[in-house]
């Protein structure tokens, strides 16, 4: 047997990964192992250790192998079946939570999409940030829902669950705000064999010769499924702003606003449609 300071010193991964990956083995706090150095672990312990750390020195996602990703300050559980959230889809949220506020009042119970939910992050802490919201979250991907599904019951957010590809199983339902973080990477970038990426569904990242396959589809039909002065809010990659903004033209919206992510990156593409809607373009920074 060896010691837990022992074992921390002879992984080959990052200290704060390998620190993390034993909390997890021994269902305990950061606090503790800090406290706890000299502790002996079991061989069952150190085999398991050993193994994920094997795995995360082969690149796979640290958040697959301890199963959860912090998403707006809650864990999320996750797997390989789903996109692990990231900090730049944050900014879905506080741009969301900040038009519905200022369009229809706090008190109001805005009806809100989140298409392509995957883990649910998106779509659950909208229903938990926003009192009294009506969340439907879409998504194509039976193993996904289900497991959308156990993190709305483990946040205990009120939202429904609907199985379907964008919009195809929503029939004429309507909503105040759409919300998206859809596959937006060209299929032959270079980046889907590198680092996470390759571990990650591919269905939830390639979208199409340019990456815009999924966005063409969710813009030309959200037109249908937004009430007068809805707004359409989409994450895309580093170098669509621009493509996307002129799609929401084409397809009727204005009022159309990009917002940067932490890295000073256009991420965020939004829009309203119909009544209210002005056409000014607003690029912004990061924050809504």
């Known amino acids: 047997m060896s010691r837990i300071d022992e074992q921390l010193a002879r992984s080959r991964i990052a200290p704060a ?10 269902g305990r706090s950061h606090a503790w192992l800090a406290a706890h150095g000299e502790e002996a672990l079991s061989e069952e312990q150190s085999g398991r250790f050993a193994g994920l750390v094997s795995r995360r020195a082969q690149g796979e996602p640290i958040a697959y192998l301890v199963g959860w990703r912090e998403f707006y300050g809650r864990s999320f559980a996750v797997t390989p079946e789903v996109l692990i959230p990231r900090p730049e889809t944050e900014l879905l949220v506080d741009l969301a939570v900040a038009r519905l506020a200022g369009s229809r009042g706090k008190a109001a119970a805005p009806r809100i999409l989140d298409l392509g939910t995957g883990s ?17 979250a879409a998504e194509v991907s039976p193993a996904a829902l289900e497991l959308a599904r156990s993190n709305a019951r483990a ?26 973080n859809p596959p937006y990477i060209a299929e032959n970038d270079p980046h889907l064999r590198q680092g996470d990426l390759r571990f990650e569904p591919q269905r939830a990242l390639a979208s199409g010769a340019d990456g815009l396959a999924a966005i063409r589809r969710i813009v030309a039909r959200a037109p249908r499924h937004l009430e007068a002065g809805g707004w359409l809010m989409v994450e895309h990659g580093y170098d669509q702003a621009e493509a996307v903004a002129a799609l929401m033209r084409a397809a009727g919206f204005a009022a159309i606003e990009q917002r940067r992510d932490l890295a000073g990156i256009l991420r965020i593409c939004a829009a309203r449609f119909g009544k209210g809607a002005e056409t000014a373009l607003d690029v912004g920074a990061s924050g809504p």
């Not at 609907?162 to 029939?171: K, M, N, R």
């Open 17 to 26: 990964e390998a620190r993390l990956l034993l909390t997890q083995v021994l």
């Open 155 to 180: 946040l205990a957010a009120p939202l429904r669950l609907v199985e379907s590809d964008w919009f195809s199983a929503l029939a004429d339902a309507r909503f105040d705000l759409v919300v998206a």
């Open 120 to 136: 649910g992050c998106l779509g659950i802490t909208l229903a938990l940030e926003i009192p009294g919201a009506r969340v439907t």
